[in-house]
């Protein structure tokens, strides 16, 4: 894959359609767009204590220092595999999934599109997103954030290989994250 | 409020709650004053504080805390504010220090609290009080199974008579492991819209939600016979509670072994699986025949810490006033697991509850559905009622406490007989 600007419009184009389908709740049809061995993490953030040893270097800010990943002593927010999505999606359908009952109005915006790189049939992709949620009335929340996503060509298309999703919190000011990103 | 205006927060009995115990402010001044400020609070796990300098930061109700031990190999805890002009000094949430450096005029203290210097000194005559000028220091600090709690009463009467005989469904898990337990990662944080005493009150005893509120996950779920069978509401002292099943005798280890229910096991590891049937089948060395025979559900400790059994995480529900609470979630794994098994039992937390969870996006809902319900001036005179199996509970020849069903709120009806308690001998004492 070269990376010119017919395949960062191609990448723009599944973005945009896979955000109308969550807005839509077309969870179903979202599904079919991630690969099996798919790995879904979501970190959590903490304030990280500086490290004084790197002051005046570009790591002594890096926002990778206030992550919580999923390696053994850490506690991400969420790390999921295709099973746990497709619980999920099948959750949503349920007339007892009262945290989406009545559901939210949501609407996803994405934006900042970069690729970085591919390699072979994969392709490394960052893109921000704003994701408004409304729900009871006045109930409305703005979730700000990044994507940090492997996809894989499949077909004319893309499948979601790997997904990380970098929120801009350190405390949660929304009443779940446990929506898809 | 005057003491008479309790009548109108909590019956007598404890089976009628009225709503602005959830909503109105002035309630809220109350508990801070005679509950926060008087009871013991959870702080952190000893196993975050490993070295000298080692340090976090929490909250004991909304007072910001700084935790750390000192030199002396001792936990001590201080309130993060600057004694010059209030400022926090540590603003992060752990790490490790020799300092604590205020940005504003660098005054600096050491991580236990004492004021190390003020650079501005030598350009004053004065003298000063430096003993008086060190970080105002949580007076009472005292330690259970590795969980470090303080008070601001000085005249608290200690942790182990506090936690009466909740020790022993505590030590059922914080001892069970053959090297202890430790708390991983930072913990999850979470804003949410609602009264702090609802989490509270769900992770105290309140099974009986989890098959409806939860049916999309648990309608089917072979745990709900085996609450019917083997399930207890128990209260081991007013306020704390324990929700457990007590399994027969001769039930198969793998159906008590703690870790096998949930996500991880599906996995099918066959290293996790015998390093958990190895912990249970040393138990009951460490916790006596019937500790080894608990598999919980849900825990709890006056006024605010939670745990849960099967998801592994303890809670603090933190008050932001009557209508917020900040609820932190951390994540709790046998110390000796290898990493492969705690990765593997990480999933029993992160994919249920915390503020991604599965289960626990039903739970904030409902909570903060309630608080919605709570703030109608119209339903003054209609209390909550609390009043399921009242009167049913008593004595169990081998769980010590008030014992009833799995679906008996007596576990509430003595917290809030509790809290009641407690407010009106605070208001009592404060003439």
């Known amino acids: ?181 | 409020m005057i003491l008479s205006d309790l009548d109108r927060c909590v019956s007598g009995d404890g089976s009628e709650v009225y709503r602005r115990v959830f909503a109105d402010e002035a309630v809220f001044a109350l508990e801070r004053e005679h509950i926060f400020g008087k009871s013991w609070l959870y702080l952190c796990h000893d196993s975050q504080l490993k070295k000298p300098g080692d340090f976090i930061t929490t909250y004991m109700a909304d007072t910001p805390i700084i935790v750390a031990r000192g030199d002396d190999g001792k936990i001590h805890a201080s309130v993060n504010s600057c004694s010059h002009r209030g400022l926090p000094v540590c603003r992060s949430d752990s790490g490790n220090a020799k300092r604590f450096v205020c940005p504003y005029h660098s005054w600096s203290y050491t991580v236990t609290g004492d004021l190390a210097s003020i650079p501005q000194e030598r350009h004053t005559c004065n003298g000063r009080d430096r003993a008086h000028l060190g970080l105002k220091p949580v007076p009472r600090l005292a330690e259970y199974r590795g969980l470090v709690f303080g008070s601001f009463n000085q005249g608290i009467e200690s942790l182990d008579d506090y936690l009466g005989d909740m020790r022993f469904y505590l030590d059922s898990y914080f001892n069970r492991f053959p090297a202890g337990v430790e708390v991983l990662g930072e913990p999850h944080k979470w804003r949410l819209r609602a009264n702090w005493k609802l989490p509270v009150e769900n992770q105290l005893g309140d099974v009986a939600h989890g098959p409806y509120l939860h049916a999309t996950l648990l309608g089917d779920s072979p745990a709900v016979p085996e609450i019917d069978n083997f399930g207890h509401n128990c209260v081991p002292k007013a306020g704390h509670g324990a929700a457990v099943r007590l399994m027969p005798a001769n039930a198969a280890p793998q159906d008590i072994a703690w870790g096998l229910e949930g996500m991880a096991a599906l996995s099918g590891d066959p290293e996790f699986l015998s390093y958990l049937l190895e912990v249970q089948a040393q138990a009951a060395e460490k916790i006596g025949p019937i500790g080894a025979r608990i598999k919980g559900l849900t825990y709890g400790v006056y006024p605010n810490l939670s745990f849960l059994w099967s998801n592994s995480t303890l809670r603090v529900s933190h008050p932001r006033g009557a209508k917020e609470v900040e609820y932190w979630s951390w994540w709790v794994v046998p110390a000796d697991a290898p990493d492969s098994v705690k990765t593997l039992l990480r999933s029993n937390f992160t994919h249920m509850f915390g503020p991604g969870g599965l289960l626990e996006q039903e739970d904030s809902e409902s909570w903060m559905q309630q608080l919605k319900g709570s703030d109608i001036s119209y339903m003054d005179d209609r209390p909550l009622y609390y009043g399921l199996g009242q009167g049913e509970e008593c004595g169990h020849p081998d769980l010590p406490g008030l014992i009833g069903s799995s679906y008996n709120e007596h576990y509430a009806r003595e917290f809030y007989k509790r809290w009641r308690e407690d407010i009106a001998s605070g208001m009592r004492e404060g003439g």
């Open chain 1, 1 to 181: 894959m070269d990376l010119n600007r017919d395949l960062h419009f191609e990448v723009e184009q599944f973005y945009y359609r896979e955000a109308r389908l969550l807005d839509d709740r077309e969870y179903q049809q979202w599904l079919a767009l991630l690969s099996e061995d798919i790995c879904y993490v979501m970190p959590s953030r903490y304030v990280a204590q500086r490290d004084h040893a790197l002051r005046g270097t570009e790591a002594y800010l890096s926002p990778e220092r206030e992550m919580q990943t999923e390696t053994a002593s850490d506690l991400p927010l969420r790390e999921e595999n295709y099973f746990v999505l497709a619980v999920r999606v099948d959750r949503a359908f349920k007339p007892t999934a009262w945290g989406d009952n009545p559901p939210a109005r949501t609407r996803r915006h994405v934006s900042n599109v970069e690729l970085l790189g591919c390699e072979g049939d994969e392709l490394k992709v960052v893109s921000n997103f704003m994701l408004n949620y409304s729900r009871h009335g006045q109930d409305n929340f703005l979730y700000s954030g990044q994507r940090r996503d492997c996809l894989r060509r499949e077909g004319g298309s893309f499948k979601v290989a790997s997904r990380e999703i970098i929120l801009d919190w350190n405390v949660i000011t929304a009443p779940t994250v446990a929506l898809f990103f």
